[in-house]
Each structure stands twice: as C-alpha cells, then as structure tokens.
C-alpha cells in the first residue's frame, strides 16, 4: 500500500502564507490522485483539493478557490497545498491522502497521511 507522509504546519497569524509539502512513497494506480482534507475541531473532514499527478486536472472546494493551490513535483513524488491569506477559520488538521480517481469523496482515498497541524493566530 501507498504510504503516505506529511510534514509542515505549525502556527501562523492571519494573512500569512504557508506551504504544505506531502510525499507519496511510489506513484501507482491507487495514487494516481493526490488530495488534501482538513478537519477543523468539532467539525467533519472537508474536501480542499486534488490532483492528478499527470496530465492538468485539479479539483478545489468552491470555498477555498483562489487562495489555495495544489501543486506537484512528480520526480519527488511530492505535492504540495500552498495556502495563501490565511484567516482563522483554516485552522484545523490538514490530511493528504493518495488515491485512484480524481473526486471530493474522501471515501475514494485508500492512503492517508497522519495529518499536521495549522493554527492561524494573531
């Protein structure tokens, strides 16, 4: 299986950028896709964004459109969440997750990484 591993977080203020870099252990069928979730306290883990890691598709959360953005290096195996104008509403669990098919379901993700923290504070 996939593995799947995160690094990144921590505590930003408000308006603050960020980049989340995850790393996918090999690129196969089952990861063909790569997607990030977020889990903010009290709250069910919500969709942010997905890629592929061929070709240009990408899907995002209409809500987080424009200030954040999915990126990849495939010799790296690594894609990143960059996100931009930071407010404290994003503050939560951000989750990577590798799997085949290009959805919003995270149901259709078969490998997760452990998930980081982001604090967005003045």
């Known amino acids: 299986q996939v593995q799947v591993l995160q690094s990144g977080g921590g505590l930003v203020q408000p308006g603050d950028s960020l980049k989340l870099p995850c790393v996918a252990s090999e690129r196969t069928f089952s990861s063909a896709v790569m997607g990030w979730f977020r889990q903010a306290p009290g709250k069910e883990r919500e969709f942010v964004a997905a890629a592929t890691w061929t070709g240009d598709s990408t899907r995002y959360a209409d809500s987080l459109k424009g200030r954040f953005t999915i990126s990849r290096d495939n010799p790296k195996n690594t894609v990143y969440l960059q996100m931009n104008s930071l407010k404290a509403e994003d503050t939560g669990v951000y989750y990577c997750?590798?799997?085949?098919?290009?959805?919003?379901?995270?149901?259709?993700?078969?490998?997760w990484g452990q998930g980081t923290q982001v604090t967005v504070s003045s």
């Open positions: 997750a590798a799997g085949p098919i290009l959805t919003m379901l995270a149901s259709s993700f078969v490998s």
